[in-house]
T-cell receptor, first 111, second 112 residues
Framework: DAGVTQSPTHLIKTRGQQVTLRCSPK?????VSWYQQALGQGPQFIFQ???????QRGNFPDRFSGHQFPNYSSELNVNALLLGDSALYLC??????????FGPGTRLTVT | GQQVMQIPQYQHVQEGEDFTTYCNSS?????IQWYKQRPGGHPVFLIQ?????EVKKQKRLTFQFGEAKKNSSLHITATQTTDVGTYFC????????????FGTGTKLQVIP
């Protein structure tokens, strides 16, 4: 049984560009949450998807958007990248409100 | 918005010593989750507490949820080098769709 997978593992982008990160949840999970983790800090909640709808959102600008597909996989899109967007982006899947299983993350560097 | 703080921020202990990290939320929580993140890794779920005053044990780890459901603690007895990492608490809010707010984390270093 595969756990949570994310792609790509590393990414380097230039300021102003757009990026799409992908996540496949653990088998049987229906909820996907995205987090941003800056170096030395705790994960910051971006948003959560359930039944293909965004049902919770953290304090992130509209440049951050997402999508969940019928197979429960999810994408995180970030437009107009800023240097401050450089971070580890974590995807976590869960079944309703139960424990979250995190993927290995995507390390995004904005130059 | 909800804030979750943890103390201490860093802790260095000699192998075999005990370790405790404390977690405090600005609002009442529906549940508290604990995660461990090894250097270069991702958070790994340890446990979830739901009931007021709940205490759970996992081998050398003891987790408590406060009576007011606003604070929690994780205690490790007789630390080992494998305990090295950052421990995060994460509070679930009381809303219909649970939003989880991670704490600031406690980084544990165990000196052999």
């Amino acid at each position: 049984d595969a756990g949570v997978t994310q792609s790509p593992t590393h990414l380097i982008k230039t300021r102003g560009q757009q990026v799409t990160l992908r996540c496949s949840p653990k088998s049987g999970h229906d909820t996907v949450s995205w987090y941003q983790q800056a170096l030395g800090q705790g994960p910051q909640f971006i948003f959560q998807y359930y039944e293909e709808e965004e049902r919770q959102r953290g304090n992130f600008p509209d440049r951050f958007s997402g999508h969940q597909f019928p197979n429960y996989s999810s994408e995180l899109n970030v437009n107009a990248l800023l240097l401050g967007d450089s971070a580890l982006y974590l995807c976590a899947s869960s079944l309703l409100a139960h424990e979250q299983y995190f993927g290995p993350g995507t390390r995004l560097t904005v130059t | 918005g909800q804030q979750v703080m943890q103390i201490p921020q860093y802790q260095h202990v000699q192998e075999g010593e005990d370790f405790t990290t404390y977690c405090n939320s600005s609002t009442t929580l529906s549940n508290i989750q604990w995660y461990k993140q090894r250097p270069g890794g991702h958070p790994v779920f340890l446990i979830q507490l739901v009931k007021s005053g709940e205490v759970k044990k996992q081998k050398r780890l003891t987790f408590q949820f406060g009576e007011a459901k606003k604070n929690s603690s994780l205690h490790i007895t007789a630390t080992q080098t494998t305990d090295v990492g950052t421990y995060f608490c994460a509070g679930g809010d009381s809303g219909g769709y649970q939003k989880v707010t991670f704490g600031t984390g406690t980084k544990l270093q165990v000196i052999p």
